[in-house]
């Protein structure tokens, strides 16, 4: 599903930068979350590295321009 490739790569961006993507307070309610990831500017998408695009690619807000979990599967595959 691409709610799941969005969830991987916000994992990710996590993982590699520190940050989430979108700011709220670490006390915030599920609901509270999900509003700020919809309604809230997103930080800038911008990891380095070789999986930087595929990252971006996954987070983004239009689930149609995600890429699949075969294509992230490839990706990794071809990351060095």
Not at 9 to 24: E, K, N
Request: glycine residues 8%.
């Amino acid at each position: 599903m691409r709610t799941d490739v969005y969830a991987l790569g916000a994992s990710w961006f996590i993982s590699a930068t520190g940050w989430r993507h979108v700011d709220y307070p670490d006390a915030a309610s599920r609901s509270d979350q999900r509003q700020a990831i919809v309604g809230k500017p997103h930080r800038p998408i911008n990891v380095p590295g070789p999986l930087g695009g595929i990252i971006e690619q996954m987070m983004s807000r239009n689930p149609a321009d995600r890429p699949g979990a075969a294509d992230v599967c490839r990706e990794l595959r071809t990351a060095r």
